[in-house]
């Protein structure tokens, strides 16, 4: 599995990060969910992304029970926009994961330069949790938008991680996919960690085609981690197979430049 600096955040993740936001209805209990994670752990896969709004801390927590903590990155998210709110929504998720410290915590959903400043209460907040030592790395997450919203991510000296979409025909983004790859390279090159999600549209393109649309994200080098929900165990081989031969492919590439 390929491993790698998460930008510029001292942070070291799996490529292929596992998003936890269907195990709330994909497992009959937290514990189900945990085996899941743990089973995928054992192949590898060392980044795992959930969100306070997913309902899926709680499996976190239960993958967590028993391990080395500090060989997992966990990556969550707040709705919050002010300080108070987003100060119980950091003690809910280390309560709910059962850990001291969350390594990096996401306002979830930026939609436009205006929404950020408007969540700069709880932005402060996420601040003075990673002085505390509750919180290791501050970021957002953004989703459908493009444009100014990545102008104002990108440019915020302060935001370490952007999560965002992109798959290989653009979908679920409303705006160009050369111009938002284009961020993603400028973002990538300020030194911020970049995970992509929605590679597969969400599962809205044919189940023959899902393999050759994970692939693609793989090959997006300015991406640091590919997000790819997991909720059964032949997904993890599935992803854990993709992003094994790739790295595999990248390395024969590689020693034949040398």
Not at 118 to 126: N, V
Not at 141 to 168: C, R, Y
Not at 170 to 185: A, F, N, Q
Request: glycine content about 10%; charged content about 25%; aromatic content about 6%.
């Amino acid at each position: 599995m390929e491993r790698l600096e998460y930008g510029q955040t001292g942070l070291e993740i799996s490529r292929l990060c596992f998003g936890a936001g269907h195990l709330k209805n994909a497992c009959a209990s937290y514990e189900e969910g945990g085996k899941l994670l743990r089973a995928a752990f054992d192949c590898g896969i060392t980044f795992w992304d959930t969100a306070e709004g997913y309902g899926s801390q709680p499996h976190v927590g239960a993958g967590l029970d028993g391990m080395d903590r500090s060989q997992v990155v966990i990556q969550t998210k707040t709705t919050a926009k002010d300080y108070e709110g987003a100060r119980k929504s950091i003690s809910r998720s280390l309560r709910e994961m059962k850990t001291d410290y969350i390594d990096v915590l996401l306002l979830h959903g930026v939609s436009s330069p205006e929404d950020l400043q408007s969540r700069e209460g709880a932005f402060k907040a996420l601040l003075d949790a990673k002085r505390e030592g509750l919180v290791r790395v501050v970021g957002c997450s953004t989703h459908l938008h493009t444009g100014p919203v990545m102008d104002a991510v990108i440019d915020h000296p302060e935001i370490q991680v952007i999560l965002t979409t992109a798959n290989k025909e653009g979908r679920m983004l409303e705006g160009s996919l050369v111009r938002h790859l284009e961020y993603i390279k400028r973002a990538n090159e300020r030194g911020k960690g970049i995970s992509i999600m929605k590679v597969i549209a969400a599962g809205q393109i044919d189940e023959s085609e899902i393999a050759d649309w994970i692939r693609w994200g793989f090959e997006l080098e300015t991406a640091h981690a590919i997000n790819l929900g997991i909720s059964k165990y032949p997904q993890i081989d599935l992803d854990v197979g993709i992003a094994r031969d790739h790295a595999k492919a990248r390395r024969v590439s590689q020693s034949k430049a040398a």
